[in-house]
């Protein structure tokens, strides 16, 4: 059972914009009741069926890596968290949608964690100021998620759907808008559980099928390389 | 007339206190959060536009900028606002939000703040029972009894703090503290990190194929929810959601676990970092000040030891003593009035270190003092009981003056 492959997608976003609920609903298809600080990085696994439906299909585990914090910290706390930037498959940028400025802050959150990935080919070339460019030959998945629809009143519903709007087009991906605390967003069959599915797919395809549909040969699940680097130790 | 220019003078420098208190609260504050009650900032802006008006008087003062009447007004208005805001408003709005964000109490939340503010206000009038702050001389419902326990509340957050930061300060700046961290340590350490959340995952893809494997079966897994639950939980599981909270129980100590490892790798990159900034020009001049100011803080602790157990009357502290023998033997001609009150500001805010509990003892004796000060001035605003000895040197030395304008700007200050 602990033999099927996996992929790696980070979910990224400012204190408070309801990550760990994010991560708790998609796993266990619960609410999360009593949510706390994350300190560090919490992770958690949904298995998901690739091609659902059709003879291809295959199942999958989905890691969600939560990563705490916020994206002013102390450069420590950026060089730690940068340790679970490794080899990501896909990146689930979170924002809530009473407080623009967590919106804004996903720029800076998506570049942190982009760059971890560029830097051993040696291309890092960004003063900290969001580059369209950077985003259009992005090999990563992305996906912006806007939390707290409950709490937006309906008259104001209209102007912030479409100010994310134009955030998800920026970073070129789709988008979700729910309420954490009611799985009925989630619900199989709805919209938002549909595109959910895509993005997984998505980030499978990337990770495992080559563009003429082949599957890359997978390593198995783990190969420890003694005296590598930090990348390799977590090879996949 | 005069009156009036002065008026205008002072609103406009209001005012600018006040935007420029708005403009700090929306970009360093609030800077990652949105600002939903435009309340909190008025309030904000507004208490810091008036304390800075208050010091700018002080300034004027010592100046003798504008009319001394106009002075006098402005400040008992300031005085007045002041303490209206910090003693009925910000409580009352602090119980309001509290209360606010509860959801049981929402619906009565103007009513479960007023009693907040009660509280509130019962406490503070109790904060004034150990300091002699009632004297015949001013009745029960005065304004001193307000300003005198404000006092109270704030010399002792200043000797707080200045003792935090004396003991902290130190502690940062030396380098004689700092472990030697070298990458190695930050690569192990990580790789820990690392392993423990691949032993998390493995956990993890277990409970999520099991549970998947139970939904599949039909098997529902509740959660024991409210009291009977629990009981039936007790005799009646399934064997599916026992071993889930086997491994769960696994998988929250190996979650404290990645914590803690998180925790240390942050601390270790920020000893890296300490490490580089001393080597720095920078860091070698704060390392030499954290010399200075350790053996300062312990002859700090050494001195108020000695006044505790000796009951002894703190007079001036070793800076300001220091000062003062400089500028005699340089022979520098200052305006005698605006140096003793800097020096005095300064020495009042060290001294207010760890003298507090001294300052009971003190008061009963300035009682004496303070009350000659006050025969020769009419209007003095504050009894200064609760104000440590080195304010009432002042007063004293300044009786011997023959100069009756000093004395009233003195007693003025001492407020």
């Known amino acids: 059972m602990a033999s099927l492959d996996r992929v790696k997608v980070l979910v990224l976003g400012d204190s408070g914009v309801g990550k760990s609920s994010l991560v708790h609903l998609l796993c266990q298809n619960q609410v999360l009741g009593n949510p706390s600080w994350t300190v560090g990085c919490s992770v958690d696994v949904r298995v998901h069926d690739y091609k659902e439906g059709t003879p291809e299909e295959k199942t999958y585990y989905i890691e969600f890596w939560d990563v705490g914090g916020s994206v002013g910290s102390a450069s420590s706390v950026k060089s730690t968290r940068a340790v679970f930037y490794n080899s990501v498959n896909g990146i689930i940028l979170v924002h809530d949608l009473t407080n623009k400025k967590s919106s804004q802050n996903l720029y800076r959150w998506s570049l942190e964690a982009l760059n971890r990935d560029l830097v051993p080919t040696g291309v890092l070339v960004t003063n900290g100021d969001y580059d369209r460019e950077q985003f259009a030959d992005n090999q990563i998945p992305l996906l912006v998620i806007g939390t707290k629809l409950d709490q937006i009143h309906e008259t104001k519903r209209h102007e912030v759907l479409t ?64 005296g590598g680097t930090l990348k390799s130790l977590h090879y996949d | 007339m005069s009156f009036l220019i002065d008026s205008s003078i002072m609103i406009t420098s209001q005012i600018l206190f006040f935007g420029f208190g708005w403009l700090f609260f929306m970009r360093q504050l609030f800077k990652d959060y949105e600002v939903r009650q435009y309340v909190v900032q008025v309030i904000f802006s507004v208490t810091f536009a008036f304390s800075c008006t208050m010091f700018e008087l002080i300034i004027f003062e010592i100046l003798g900028v504008l009319n001394s009447s106009s002075r006098y007004f402005h400040w008992k ?21 509290i209360v606010s964000n509860i959801r049981l109490l929402h619906k009565q939340r103007l009513l479960f703040s007023c009693l907040l503010w009660l509280t509130f206000m019962y406490f503070f009038w109790k904060l004034g029972d150990p300091f002699p702050i009632l004297s015949p001389k001013h009745g029960i419902l005065s304004i001193e009894q307000l300003i005198s326990r404000v006092g109270v509340i704030g010399v002792t957050l200043m000797a707080l703090l200045s003792g935090f930061g004396a003991v902290n300060c130190p502690y940062t700046y030396l380098s004689y503290f700092l472990r030697n961290v070298t990458d190695t340590d930050i690569v192990a350490l990580e790789r820990r990190l690392l392993q423990t959340m691949d032993m998390i995952i493995s956990k993890k893809k277990r409970m999520a194929m099991t549970r998947r494997t139970m939904f599949q079966k039909g098997e529902v897994h509740n959660k ?112 005698m009035l605006a140096m003793q009150l800097t020096l005095r500001c300064f020495s009042a805010l060290n001294q207010a270190q760890g003298i507090t509990a001294a300052s009971h003892s003190e008061a009963i004796q300035e009682e004496k003092k303070v009350s000659s000060c006050d025969s020769d001035e009419g209007e003095v605003l504050v009894p200064t009981h609760f104000l440590h000895s080195g304010w009432n040197n002042h007063c004293h030395v300044y009786q011997r003056t023959a100069d009756h304008s000093y004395q009233v700007l003195l007693c003025h200050i001492q407020q």
């Not at chain 1, 955030?167 to 729910?178: M, P, Q």
Request: with cysteine; aromatic share 16%.
């Open chain 1, 163 to 226: 100010r994310t709007a134009f955030l998800a087009e920026d970073f070129n991906a789709e988008e979700i808008n729910l309420d954490c605390t009611n799985p009925r967003y989630l619900a199989a069959g709805s919209s938002n559980a549909v595109k959910l599915s895509r993005f997984f797919d998505k980030v499978i395809e990337k990770r495992y099928f080559l563009r003429d549909g082949n599957q890359i040969p997978g390593f198995p699940d783990r190969k420890r390389f003694a």
């Open chain 2, 77 to 97: 208005m300031n005085l007045c606002v002041i303490l209206l805001i910090l003693v009925f408003m910000v409580p009352f709005y602090i119980g309001y939000f």
């Open chain 2, 224 to 335: 024991p929810s409210g009291f009977w639950g629990m009981i039936k939980s007790v005799t009646t599981s399934a064997p599916g959601s026992e071993n889930l909270t086997l491994i769960q129980q696994e998988v929250d100590a190996l979650e404290e676990l990645s914590r803690q490892l998180f925790l240390e790798t942050a601390d270790l990159y920020a000893t890296k970092e300490r490490i580089e900034y001393s080597k720095t020009f920078k860091g070698k001049y704060f390392n030499f000040l954290g010399y200075f100011f350790s053996i300062y803080c312990v002859w700090k602790i050494f001195m108020a030891t000695i006044n505790i157990v000796f009951d002894r009357v703190g007079k001036t502290d070793p800076v300001t003593r220091g000062i003062e023998i400089t500028v005699n033997y340089l022979g520098i001609q200052f305006d």
